[in-house]
């Protein structure tokens, strides 16, 4: 058996007057795990338990083996927010030079990091100008900087044509195929295809767990947006 | 801590500067600009006024400069998520605020060495005391300008709400440091609140450092504006959180 690069147990989060997560348990190993849910059902406050970015009122959230957040991770994990979260003033090269020096890590990995996401013939353009979906991608460069072994990755692909996303769902797959975690989340189902396993949510609850294929048989369903439907409107489980 | 982050953020934080023209021209020469304004306003009337009040102005400029721009620049970072990210990296919170403090207080001894060449050169200030004391003063009045604006950034959500912090924190300052009314002649309320206030004492260290050039007193007023910075950063540093509700 794999073992689980996380371990979410019993964890619960209250924002603001809304319990989001009302005690959620699930574990995550290394390959290409999609999180998989409408929009506002808990995915980004679970990324952020992930991260160590979320207070959290009860459970436990292990990445690693040491607690989420905990300062042995803060190079060996790597999170793209929704929002782009570059300096909108500097160059792409800046950007992940500055964050480069942040990590501790060797100036060569920005020219590796901004070649993956394709962004080689904007290297010195600032991002200010750039479009939606470069920013995105020079945000998801950042993330890929210090080869880390657990990727959070916040809708990175929202927006992005249908070329983008096919390579930037290759190069997830590289990116575990190289032996990491990769957790994506989507509000788009068509996306769950490309991944090795399926987290399905909804208010807050994980509903399914499992290959898209064993989804799929569990639920009869003939794709996964049809698998949804079906256990919500059944309540059933498939585990 | 490390030096390494703290110098990262401090050169990132100058190239955004250097990126924007328009701000770093208005941060270089409207204080010449308005030193000279000053300078000209009263240059027909008699009893020095100029030497009374261009000292008062040149602590004023760094602080209100980099209060506006460090209270902007990193409600900027709370809100486009580069704060959380930086956070879920090893950076340490000091390295942040003191890679912001540095990077502002360079450019704010840059900005002071100007307006002192156009103050004591073309204008004629005279200045009692040595005349590089007064880029260590200035530097210390911008470091508490930059210390206090990302103290304020973390009550900001918006940036009208951070500019409006100016008026709410700079201005009473302003009032009571002892430029229009000095402060023993104040009633004691007042006298006791403008004690409390770190703008009286740079601007005490300026004036002393103009008038009676008692260095040992400018150093004094100096060590408490820098106090009163080390204070506001680590007050700033509470404020950061890398776990946010």
Redesign the interface.
């Known amino acids: 058996m794999v073992k689980n690069v996380v371990e979410v147990r019993d964890l619960a989060v209250v924002?603001?007057e809304r319990e989001v997560l009302p005690g959620i348990s699930l574990d995550v190993a290394a390959g290409v795990t999609g999180l998989l849910g409408p929009s506002g059902c808990g995915k980004t406050t679970l990324m952020r338990c992930l991260?160590?970015?979320?207070?959290?009122r009860s459970g436990t959230v292990e990445v690693l083996g040491e607690p989420a957040?905990s300062?042995p991770l803060?190079?060996r994990?790597g999170?793209v927010?929704q929002?782009?979260?570059?300096?909108?003033?500097?160059t792409v090269a800046?950007n992940l030079a500055?964050?480069a020096?942040?990590?501790?890590i060797d100036r060569a990995q920005v020219d590796e990091a901004v070649a993956a996401v394709g962004l080689d013939d904007h290297r010195s353009q600032?991002v200010g100008r750039l479009s939606g979906g470069q920013r995105s991608r020079a945000s998801l460069a950042?993330a890929l900087l210090g080869t880390p072994d657990l990727l959070v990755l916040d809708e990175p692909t929202v927006g992005l044509d249908p070329v983008l996303r096919r390579d930037l769902w290759d190069l997830f797959h590289r990116i575990a195929d190289r032996g990491a975690a990769v957790l994506v989340s989507s509000h788009v189902m068509d996306e769950a295809e490309r991944c090795h396993r399926l987290l399905l949510m909804r208010e807050g609850r994980i509903i399914a767990d499992g290959s898209p294929e064993e989804i799929l048989r569990g639920t009869g369903a003939p794709d996964i947006e049809q698998a949804f439907l079906h256990l919500v409107e059944g309540q059933g489980e498939v585990l | 801590m490390s030096p390494r982050i703290t110098l990262a953020v401090a050169g990132r934080v100058l190239t955004q500067i250097r990126r924007d023209h328009r701000t770093l021209a208005m941060l270089l020469v409207v204080p010449c600009v308005l030193i000279t304004l000053l300078w000209w306003m009263f240059l027909d009337l008699p009893g020095g006024l100029f030497d009374r009040f261009g000292p008062g102005l040149l602590a004023m400029f760094p602080f209100i400069v980099m209060f506006l721009v460090t209270s902007v620049t990193t409600l900027r970072e709370r809100s486009s998520g580069t704060l959380e990210r930086l956070l879920t990296m090893p950076m340490g919170k000091l390295d942040f605020l003191l890679g912001y403090a540095l990077a502002f207080g360079l450019l704010a001894a840059v900005q002071s060495v100007l307006a002192v060449a156009v103050s004591v050169g073309l204008l004629g200030l005279d200045v009692q005391g040595p005349v590089w004391l007064l880029g260590v003063v200035a530097v210390a009045d911008a470091v508490l300008g930059a210390a206090l604006g990302l103290l304020v950034s973390a009550f900001a959500t918006t940036e009208f709400q951070a500019v409006q912090f100016m008026p709410a924190f700079v201005l009473p300052q302003i009032l009571l440091c002892g430029l229009f009314v000095p402060r023993e002649a104040m009633p004691a309320v007042l006298e006791a609140v403008s004690n409390l206030l770190p703008m009286s004492y740079a601007i005490d260290a300026m004036q002393e450092l103009v008038g009676a050039a008692d260095t040992a007193e400018v150093w004094r007023n100096v060590l408490v504006v820098a106090g009163f910075a080390v204070g506001a950063l680590a007050l700033g540093a509470a404020t950061l959180r890398r776990r946010t509700p």
């Open positions: 924002r603001g991260v160590g970015a979320q207070q959290v957040g300062p803060r190079t994990v999170y927010t929002a782009a979260s570059v300096y909108d003033d500097l800046e500055f964050f020096r942040v990590l501790g600032v950042v």
